[in-house]
């Protein structure tokens, strides 16, 4: 390399003389003379003094900062002194450092010193530790840290997480290292210590301990876990920011966080592309992305962190489940009138044909989804609709092949005689309630007249009965 730079120096690119007709021309463009060219004996010995006084130059530099480091680790890996020195275990593991481990991380890898994060340690017996910025080399991250959920101080007890809760302190990989603390395959591990300690989380106002475990049991942590599915969402996919992944976490409730409801079906759609598509050609993703506040988003029917498949019985769009789903809307009087829609959707599903079979356990029957699709959901009125009228024989005819173009005639969601014929129909309910309850009290009085006979009166007579 310096053979290189010394080519390039001297004018005339080469070690050699420069010829007479580049002198010649180099005169005549007015420029100074060239340079003369040493023999190669003195090109040689420039050479070896420059790599020698480079080498005694980074001795020099290395050797203060190399000795320190050796210094510090004549104590830190013996873990057994440091345990005596702390008088407390964990502390003294803490203080441990095995000079093999860390020469595997990232730090030690690059050759980072101890003094370069432990900045004016002197001779033991050391004076107050100085706490360790990272941010002199990781500037940014944590800037964003500081900004984010983690790094927010709460109700006096400082910030919920800082650089060594999640990175570790002497034991940093990178984060495609699976032996990092921050590895896609074992992240949650990490989010765990915190997030599933019950006495940390109540420190700072949250007393849901349960996203972990309720994670590793939805379809995205098995995914990750059971199939190694390294493309399954974890945490940071979902409540971190492109780009800077776990540094920038925000609150749900806070509009920047991607979990928050403006940004919750992009989060989603980061995996699920086709489907985000198809909900936003739905009467549901229209009025979302209108502004609607009422409009269901992902969560709204496949919940969160427990999000299930849908042959689960557990799943909220189970064939078990989805009527109750889609009636947490549909049956609300003040959703049905402040949008025009019918009312009693889940009673008069529940009382057809489909609704009936589907309560006695036959989860093949039709439910909402069937008829109505499910992300794609329109208006009967739209002619892209399942169930407008002209696309009701193709709808139905995916379960009752060869249906007749008739069946748009009737009613799926099956009303009530009192709903169907107004005045009339309370008549005739009424009519048939009159006649069956006469019916009943006349023969429940000859029952009781036949009785009073034969327990009273006939014993009076001393009428006989064998």
Same mark, same amino acid.
């Given at each position: 390399?310096?053979?290189?730079?010394?080519?390039?120096?001297?004018?005339?690119?080469?070690?050699?003389?420069?010829?007479?007709?580049?002198?010649?021309?180099?005169?005549?463009?007015?420029?100074?003379?060239?340079?003369?060219?040493?023999?190669?004996?003195?090109?040689?010995?420039?050479?070896?003094?420059?790599?020698?006084?480079?080498?005694?130059?980074?001795?020099?530099?290395?050797?203060?900062?190399?000795?320190?480091?050796?210094?510090?680790?004549?104590?830190?890996?013996?873990?057994?002194?440091?345990?005596?020195?702390?008088?407390?275990?964990?502390?003294?593991?803490?203080?441990?450092?095995?000079?093999?481990?860390?020469?595997?991380?990232?730090?030690?890898?690059?050759?980072?010193?101890?003094?370069?994060?432990?900045?004016?340690?002197?001779?033991?017996?050391?004076?107050?530790?100085?706490?360790?910025?990272? +941010?002199?080399?990781?500037?940014?991250?944590?800037?964003?840290?500081?900004?984010?959920?983690?790094?927010?101080?709460?109700?006096?007890?400082?910030?919920?997480?800082?650089?060594?809760?999640?990175?570790?302190?002497?034991?940093?990989?990178?984060?495609?290292?699976?032996?990092?603390?921050?590895?896609?395959?074992?992240?949650?591990?990490?989010?765990?210590?915190?997030?599933?300690?019950?006495?940390?989380?109540?420190?700072?106002?949250?007393?849901?301990?349960?996203?972990?475990?309720?994670?590793?049991?939805?379809?995205?942590?098995? +995914?990750?876990?059971?199939?190694?599915?390294?493309?399954?969402?974890?945490?940071?996919?979902?409540?971190?920011?492109?780009?800077?992944?776990?540094?920038?976490?925000?609150?749900?409730?806070?509009?920047?966080?991607?979990?928050?409801?403006?940004?919750?079906?992009?989060?989603?759609?980061?995996?699920?592309?086709?489907?985000?598509?198809?909900?936003?050609?739905?009467?549901?993703?229209?009025?979302?992305?209108?502004?609607?506040?009422?409009?269901?988003?992902?969560?709204?029917?496949?919940?969160?962190?427990?999000?299930?498949?849908?042959?689960?019985?557990?799943?909220?769009?189970?064939?078990?489940?989805?009527?109750?789903?889609?009636?947490?809307?549909?049956?609300?009087?003040?959703?049905?009138?402040?949008?025009?829609?019918?009312?009693?959707?889940?009673?008069?599903?529940?009382?057809?044909?489909?609704?009936?079979?589907?309560?006695?356990?036959?989860?093949?029957?039709?439910?909402?989804?069937?008829?109505?699709?499910?992300?794609?959901?329109?208006?009967?009125?739209?002619?892209?609709?399942?169930?407008?009228?002209?696309?009701?024989?193709?709808?139905?005819?995916?379960?009752?092949?060869?249906?007749?173009?008739?069946?748009?005639?009737?009613?799926?969601?099956?009303?009530?005689?009192?709903?169907?014929?107004?005045?009339?129909?309370?008549?005739?309910?009424?009519?048939?309630?009159?006649?069956?309850?006469?019916?009943?009290?006349?023969?429940?009085?000859?029952?009781?007249?036949?009785?009073?006979?034969?327990?009273?009166?006939?014993?009076?007579?001393?009428?006989?009965?064998?």
């Amino acid at each position: 390399m310096l053979e290189l730079s010394l080519r390039g120096f001297w004018p005339g690119g080469g070690w050699d003389t420069p010829m007479a007709a580049d002198r010649t021309a180099h005169r005549a463009g007015g420029l100074p003379p060239f340079v003369p060219v040493p023999d190669r004996h003195t090109r040689r010995w420039i050479v070896r003094g420059g790599a020698l006084v480079t080498a005694l130059t980074g001795f020099v530099v290395a050797s203060a900062p190399m000795a320190a480091q050796e210094s510090c680790v004549t104590c830190h890996e013996n873990q057994e002194l440091m345990i005596s020195v702390a008088g407390d275990s964990a502390r003294g593991n803490a203080l441990f450092v095995d000079p093999g481990e860390y020469a595997a991380t990232v730090h030690g890898g690059f050759g980072f010193t101890c003094t370069m994060c432990h900045a004016g340690m002197g001779d033991f017996p050391h004076e107050a530790p100085v706490s360790v910025s990272c +941010g002199g080399c990781h500037a940014t991250a944590e800037a964003q840290l500081a900004e984010s959920v983690h790094g927010r101080p709460f109700a006096g007890n400082g910030a919920p997480a800082t650089c060594v809760d999640c990175h570790t302190d002497h034991h940093i990989r990178r984060h495609e290292d699976p032996e990092s603390s921050v590895y896609r395959l074992t992240q949650f591990e990490t989010c765990a210590r915190c997030h599933e300690d019950a006495e940390r989380m109540g420190r700072y106002g949250q007393d849901n301990v349960e996203t972990v475990s309720s994670y590793l049991h939805s379809v995205h942590g098995r +995914g990750l876990l059971e199939k190694g599915l390294s493309v399954a969402p974890v945490c940071t996919d979902c409540h971190g920011k492109e780009g800077s992944g776990a540094h920038e976490i925000q609150e749900v409730e806070d509009s920047s966080s991607a979990m928050h409801r403006d940004h919750v079906v992009e989060t989603c759609g980061h995996c699920h592309a086709g489907i985000m598509a198809r909900y936003d050609r739905g009467i549901h993703g229209s009025l979302f992305r209108a502004g609607n506040p009422d409009s269901p988003t992902c969560i709204s029917c496949h919940g969160e962190h427990g999000v299930q498949p849908i042959a689960s019985p557990t799943s909220g769009v189970s064939p078990q489940h989805v009527s109750q789903t889609c009636t947490a809307c549909h049956d609300r009087e003040d959703f049905n009138e402040k949008y025009g829609v019918e009312t009693s959707r889940g009673r008069t599903f529940q009382e057809s044909f489909h609704g009936i079979a589907l309560q006695s356990g036959q989860v093949t029957v039709a439910n909402c989804e069937s008829c109505h699709g499910a992300h794609e959901i329109l208006p009967s009125t739209d002619p892209n609709s399942l169930i407008h009228p002209d696309n009701l024989r193709t709808t139905c005819g995916t379960c009752h092949s060869g249906i007749g173009a008739g069946v748009a005639d009737g009613n799926i969601h099956v009303a009530s005689v009192v709903d169907e014929r107004g005045l009339l129909g309370k008549a005739v309910l009424w009519f048939y309630i009159v006649v069956i309850g006469t019916t009943i009290v006349y023969a429940l009085g000859l029952f009781l007249l036949d009785q009073y006979r034969y327990h009273v009166v006939d014993p009076r007579r001393g009428v006989p009965h064998g």
